[in-house]
């Protein structure tokens, strides 16, 4: 079976940092894409990043360009969500996905979620 863990949730005040981490399991990093998606009360699901193609292009929310950065480590098939100058409307759990491939627009696999709160 497939899991997906993420990591490194919790709770900061608005400017400072937060480093978000997804791990597989059953599953290679290697020519895959993954991403990061979030969802708060009344909002929704909302895609924050995510790697779009083998050659490591990205693609980011709106409301995050500039302030977040998706990166990974194939060799530990590990992929993380670097969160800079964090602000209260960045409060949400914040879910890891995975697909087989880059080219289907839906992810096969789904992370639990870890919590992120931002207060002002």
């Known amino acids: 079976d497939v899991q997906l863990v993420e990591s490194g949730g919790g709770s900061v005040q608005a400017g400072r940092s937060l480093r978000l981490s997804c791990t597989a399991s059953g599953w290679s990093a290697t020519n895959n894409c993954m991403g990061w998606w979030r969802q708060s009360p009344g909002k929704g699901r909302e895609g924050v990043a995510s790697f779009v193609n083998v050659a490591g292009g990205t693609l980011y929310g709106d409301s995050v360009k500039g302030r977040f950065t998706i990166s990974r480590d194939d060799a530990k098939n590990t992929w993380f969500l670097q969160m800079t100058n964090s602000n209260p409307e960045d409060t949400a759990t914040y879910l890891c996905?995975?697909?087989?491939?880059?080219?289907?627009?839906?992810?096969?696999?789904w992370g639990q979620g870890t919590q992120v709160t931002v207060s002002s």
């Open positions: 996905a995975a697909k087989n491939g880059c080219g289907a627009p839906w992810y096969d696999y």
